[in-house]
């Protein structure tokens, strides 16, 4: 490949490079539209005997169909109601799902020039070697499940089509051909790939393992119990061989009080975020403009001191202030010749309650963030506006508080991620099981925490909820940081 210039030099991809990567795109583009989601990829073949083997009544058998691709082989599980092929067929169905994800968007990069504003070339082969990747997982994936579901059940039943076969080497073959122009293009655009880079810094790579371990443990793993969500758990099956019940957990959340929910802990959260960050840049301007020394430390710690106090405290101190017959605040009242207030029984009180009590309690630490980053802002510009004749309100309104921006869209955008997940102990230590006041109360925690302790085998209705609540913030923090990066790009957090 030779390179080409423009006549101010510039240096620009060869025309050929758009043709042939157009041609691999189409070929990732086949692959995905005859093969992944529209032909069989597992056929049934000793069909009477399989039922036999899984012990399936005469009515559920003639209700099973005799082909099925990996996009729907979780409906053979969920129809014979045997849970054991659930997991792998389930994992099968997120592989064949990105596969079909990651070679769409490497097919828009190519066709859109306008979506691609990289170095192109590089990220459109990028994209589309992920995506046969996959493709490549699903074909290998599914000779696996055919494998173990006839190891498991002793019959020779579940056989790969050719589809599964000929995804599985064309993606090989179309990954190897995208490599090829990619190497060309590094060429081009001086760059080296993955293992030149593990080559030159493999050190610091190793030092990665720690770190790559414990993610992995700790976050990567456990996410294999979101499967709960689809299944009617039981002790005596285990996680990966009870029923798949497909979306019948989601069902009953859906009908039950999931606007409620979403309102409650949505509405709560939003009141926390901006409320919260208001008065936590007030306070560390407040404290960063404080003159006296002690007194700045004094005001520092008194103001952070409510972060470490347990939520079990709190319950107390909330239960003896609200209290109707001996609570601090009735006793006043009555004392002043009023009447008591039955705060345990108006649900109207609890929204300003929970909100005072939460910013009480957790103003002070995200103040301590602000009050760091108006500590590293260079006192030169506060120098160069007083000589301009700029006033403290001036200085602190178009000095401290524009250089505030990047710490505050980072704080947001970590708090919209876990906008659907409500402060679990707040709530449950200030209201319990008081169900009269779960109309303004109640949030998705809460709920989860009773439907799981109240019914011990509806684990799959709480996993359902959680999983909900995870997805909900996955999309507004990507809705969130994708306006943000087209605002201002170095704000983004990716």
Known sequence: MTKTETKDGARIAPRGMDRRLIAASLCALLILVLFLPMLPWIHIDNAEALHEAMQLKS??????????????FLSFVQDSGKGLMGPYAFLLLIISVTAVFLLLYGLALVLI?????????????????????????????????????????????????????????????????????????????????????LRRNWLLFVFLIPCFGFFLINNYLPMFGVYFAFT???????????????????????????????????????????????????????????????????????????????YVILRVLVFNMFEYDVGLINNLVTSMGGQRIDFYNTPGYWPFLITVFYLWKNIGYGMVVYLATITGISSDYYEAAQIDGANIYQQIWYITVPLLKPTFIILLLYALGGIMK?????????????????????????????????????????????????????????????????????????
Not at 258 to 272: E, M
């Open 59 to 72: 009515k559920t058998a003639a209700a099973l169909g005799n082909a099925y691709s990996s996009l729907t």
């Open 113 to 197: 020039p306008g979506l691609n504003r990289s170095k192109g070339d590089l990220k459109r082969c990028g994209m589309l070697q992920k995506g046969m990747i996959f493709a490549f997982l699903s074909g290998v994936g599914t000779m696996l499940l055919c494998w173990f579901g006839n190891r498991s059940y002793g019959v020779s039943a579940f056989t790969v089509m050719w589809p599964g076969i000929a995804v599985t080497l064309l993606s090989a073959a179309a990954y190897l051909v995208s490599k090829n122009l990619e190497k060309e293009e590094r060429v081009f655009y001086k760059e080296h790939g993955f293992m030149e880079e």
């Open 232 to 310: 009617k758990f039981n002790f005596r099956d285990s996680l990966f061989a009870s029923p798949f019940v497909g979306f019948d957990n989601f069902r009953f959340l859906f009908r039950s009080e999931i606007v409620h929910l979403t309102t409650n802990t949505i509405l709560y959260n939003l009141v926390f975020i901006v409320v919260g960050n208001v008065l936590q840049i007030f306070f560390a301007i407040l404290i960063s403009h404080v003159a006296s020394r002690r007194l700045k430390k004094v005001s520092q710690t008194l103001i952070f001191m409510p972060y470490f106090v347990s």
């Open 422 to 494: 409500g402060q679990f102990e707040l709530f449950y230590q200030m209201i319990g099981n008081n169900g009269t006041l779960f109309s303004t109360t109640d949030i998705f925690d809460t709920y989860v925490y009773r439907i799981t302790t109240t019914q011990p085998l509806s684990m799959g209705m709480g996993t359902a909820a959680g999983l909900f609540q995870s997805l909900f913030g996955f999309v507004v923090i990507m809705l969130t940081n994708f306006f943000i990066k087209r605002k201002n790009p170095e704000y983004a957090l990716f």
